[in-house]
């Protein structure tokens, strides 16, 4: 049973929503409604047999009645104890013979009287318990439908008709109640079983959604998992609120606390493809359109002619009347969309941001589908929390594990090589002249296994993790320049020309980090005599280059960052870790005669990332 199609913008339309029962569960639920029937039935017998004559005029049909329903109650309740299934079809002939029993009882008994209103009340609640609101007001109304037939049979004749029939045939009529046919009593009778309906059917959907709404958190939560990672958990949310709301496309807009980037996880619902997590990064003018700074939670806005009708609530789910709502207009203008839900989105304290859901199409009342939205978030976010913490966890204890691994290899192998080294250097010099052949032949392994000791620091400064700050930045680059000139024997040497670095801690080591991979390909690649690496400022931008005077690359002149990727030249590694500071890439290249690499981070992206 469904809604009717106007019903649906005004209530949410839960089956969408709603968790499905199982067999087990709706089995249960039939005994229960079967004993609940077999009780009333006997309780009403028992009134009839204790007080016969209170006032009601009661008749030996209404015995008759009431012994065929118990009849019928209790082999319904066999069936559902013995049978391993209850169909649909067997529910909905069950619910329609208790629609028309208590109007067939109504006949020789008051409705609203007495121990018979009772059956109005339990068909009712066997609606709701089963189905919910609209069921069990059609089952009101259908009540209602059959108890005003009476009165138009009355009018019609029939009834009178059929009494006498049955009083020619047996000396007595069927007893039937004359006041139960006034029109006022059968006015308020189906008053008070529309009101009964409405707020039976209220509760009932209250329960089922509140049910609902559990379910789909504990599923979630459920599916939740370390080894998914943070893109695969964030999938399953995107994927299960674009499911719940029949949004066309969901997105999710997360920023790293001291950070400037705003990554953007984005899913479609496709009714061919399946639905897949895409990620991309939001360009920097665009960032506080998905980010915003509002005092509102959770936001549901439409599409009004040119403008946008718009429903806020706060931290406390308290609805905001006179808050800003230029964010909208400013979303708008990067993403289009007729209908949008937003929900803020916290990861303790190092990620913020907030999940879209563009163009939903199964929306219920605004406030309450932002309510959800809220608790969702407020449950499900501590969850991706854990995971994120689990995951760096993880990944400090593998860096643990490799600084362990490095320092093995600097008191082992290294030293065993280095070893070797000296003592293949020691009869190389013994050799003599007189075996040049063999000279030769041992500086050659000398020099493979001091290329070998070269790789395996190389290897070692990798794996090791460091942190360096603002403060020890420029001292951590002197260092590593000064190692590089030691062990491989080039002239090296480090400029500044700035007392200190604005940076967050995260962009001072991707900057060392790629002071280190340039001067590890310097080392492999270039076969220059001289380095020397700079940082300076200029024209308010943080600029580092290194340059060398060795072989340069394949190309002669200059390219940027944009270039060096379309034609796939350059330090692929030394672009990401560009790309992750947001700073600009150039090499100049001339080929015999060196390189210079330059790495420039402008003064607003440097100061977001601070």
């Known amino acids: 049973m469904r809604p009717l199609p106007w019903i649906l913008p005004r209530y949410r339309d839960l089956w969408r929503f709603r968790a499905p029962l199982s067999a087990g569960e709706i089995r249960r639920t039939e005994r229960w409604l079967a004993t609940a029937r077999v009780a009333l039935i006997v309780t009403a017998e028992v009134t009839l047999w204790l007080e016969p004559a209170n006032g009601f005029a009661y008749s030996r049909w209404l015995y008759w009645l009431l012994t065929v329903y118990l009849a019928h109650a209790v082999v319904v309740m066999i069936l559902v104890r013995f049978h391993p299934q209850s169909t649909r079809a067997f529910r909905l002939v069950v619910h329609s013979a208790d629609v028309v029993w208590p109007v067939l009882i109504s006949m020789f008994a008051p409705a609203q009287r007495g121990p018979f209103f009772l059956f109005f009340v339990f068909v009712m609640a066997?609606?709701?318990?089963?189905?919910?609101l609209w069921e069990t007001v059609g089952t009101a109304v259908a009540a209602v439908a059959m108890l005003w037939s009476e009165p138009l049979a009355t009018r019609l004749g029939l009834v009178s008709f059929f009494d006498q029939s049955v009083r020619a045939m047996n000396g007595s009529g069927l007893g039937l109640n004359a006041r139960q046919l006034d029109p006022q009593q059968l006015f308020m009778s189906s008053f008070y079983l529309i009101v009964l309906g409405f707020l039976l059917g209220y509760m009932a959907e209250n329960q089922k959604k509140a049910r609902a709404e559990r379910a789909v958190i504990t599923r979630i939560l459920s599916a939740t998992r370390v080894e998914h990672g943070l893109s695969g958990n964030m999938e399953q949310i995107l994927r299960e609120l674009t499911g719940i709301f029949g949004a066309s496309r969901s997105l999710a807009a997360s920023r790293e606390r001291n950070s400037y980037r705003v990554f953007l996880a984005e899913v479609f619902k496709d009714r061919i493809a399946p639905q897949t997590l895409r990620w991309r990064e939001a360009s920097a003018e665009n960032q506080n359109a998905y980010l915003f700074d509002s005092p509102a939670d959770v936001t549901y806005t439409v599409r009004k002619g040119t403008g946008f009708q718009t429903v806020m609530l706060d931290h406390a789910g308290m609805r905001l009347r006179s808050a800003n709502t230029e964010f909208v207009e400013e979303l708008a203008r990067v993403e289009k969309f007729d209908t949008m839900l937003s929900v803020a989105l916290t990861l303790g304290a190092e990620w913020s941001?907030?999940?879209?859901?563009?163009?939903?199409?199964?929306?219920?009342?605004?406030?309450?589908?932002?309510?959800?939205?809220?608790?969702?978030?407020?449950?499900?976010?501590?969850?991706?929390?854990?995971?994120?913490?689990?995951?760096?966890?993880?990944?400090?204890?593998?860096?643990?594990?490799?600084?362990?691994?490095?320092?093995?290899?600097?008191?082992?192998?290294?030293?065993?090589?280095?070893?070797?080294?000296?003592?293949?250097?020691?009869?190389?010099?013994?050799?003599?002249?007189?075996?040049?052949?063999?000279?030769?032949?041992?500086?050659?392994?000398?020099?493979?296994?001091r290329e070998e000791v070269l790789k395996l620091r190389e290897l070692m400064q990798t794996m090791k993790s460091f942190e360096v700050d603002a403060e020890r930045l420029l001292g951590f680059i002197s260092d590593t320049v000064?190692?590089?000139?030691?062990?491989?024997?080039?002239?090296?040497?480090?400029?500044?020309?700035?007392?200190?670095?604005?940076?967050?801690?995260?962009g001072c080591r991707e900057l060392a980090r790629i002071v280190q991979e340039s001067l590890v390909n310097v080392r492999k690649h270039s076969g220059a005599h001289h380095v020397l690496v700079r940082l300076a400022q200029k024209n308010g931008s943080l600029q580092l280059t290194v340059e060398d005077d060795g072989k340069g690359f394949d190309f002669t002149g200059r390219r940027s960052g944009a270039e060096l990727a379309t034609t796939r030249?350059?330090?692929?590694?030394?672009?990401?870790?560009?790309?992750?500071?947001?700073?600009?890439?150039?090499?100049?290249?001339?080929?015999?005669?060196?390189?210079?690499?330059?790495?420039r981070i402008p003064p607003t992206r440097r100061n977001e990332h601070a």
């Open 126 to 132: 066997a609606a709701a318990y089963r189905w919910g």
């Open 482 to 506: 000064e190692r590089f000139r030691r062990e491989t024997g080039i002239a090296a040497e480090f400029v500044s020309e700035v007392e200190r670095v604005e940076l967050a801690q995260k």
């Open 569 to 599: 030249t350059g330090p692929a590694i030394i672009q990401e870790r560009v790309h992750l500071l947001a700073g600009d890439l150039a090499i100049e290249s001339t080929p015999g005669h060196g390189a210079r690499l330059e790495v």
């Open 353 to 449: 941001g907030r999940v879209y859901l563009f163009d939903a199409r199964q929306v219920g009342n605004p406030e309450e589908e932002l309510r959800f939205l809220q608790d969702f978030a407020q449950q499900v976010g501590p969850a991706i929390y854990n995971v994120y913490l689990v995951r760096r966890l993880r990944e400090r204890a593998g860096a643990l594990e490799r600084a362990r691994f490095a320092r093995e290899l600097h008191d082992g192998a290294i030293q065993s090589l280095i070893a070797v080294e000296m003592q293949l250097d020691v009869i190389r010099r013994q050799s003599g002249p007189q075996s040049p052949v063999v000279k030769v032949e041992l500086g050659r392994i000398q020099k493979l296994l």
